[in-house]
Nanobody, 124 residues
């Protein structure tokens, strides 16, 4: 089992940047593939980015490719999401998730553990 806690959300103007962190407890962090999801008001939860156990494979939603970068530091038990060129449509609660698998999935139902979420608001 792994516990996940997100941080780094906040209010930013369009075109700005934020860096989200997902800190994990547990001694088997490196055994999980990880992902970021987001949910905006009135919309379903959607996949944003995923990263493999070792960090050498990443996957992104088309809507964030070229703007967001996912990474992880297994020595620090932490995953990151660097968000650049933010748009108002990026406004959502961002949640990190973990799955006991080698590579990340894009479906929320494939993940085993979830954080509480952190709010990201992008103003125009």
């Amino acid at each position: 089992q792994v516990q996940l806690v997100e941080s780094g959300g906040g209010l930013v103007q369009a075109g700005g940047s934020l860096r989200l962190s997902c800190a994990a407890s547990g001694r088997t962090f490196s055994g999980y593939s990880l992902g970021w999801f987001r949910q905006a008001p009135g919309k379903e939860r959607e996949f944003v980015a995923g990263i493999s156990r070792s960090g050498d494979y990443t996957d992104y939603a088309d809507s964030v490719k070229g703007r967001f970068t996912i990474s992880r530091d297994n020595a620090k038990n932490t995953m990151y999401l660097q968000m650049n060129s933010l748009k108002p449509e990026d406004t959502a609660v961002y949640v990190c998730a973990a799955a006991w698998s080698v590579v990340p999935a894009t479906r929320a139902g494939d993940y085993d553990f979830w954080g509480q979420g952190t709010q990201v608001t992008v103003s125009s």
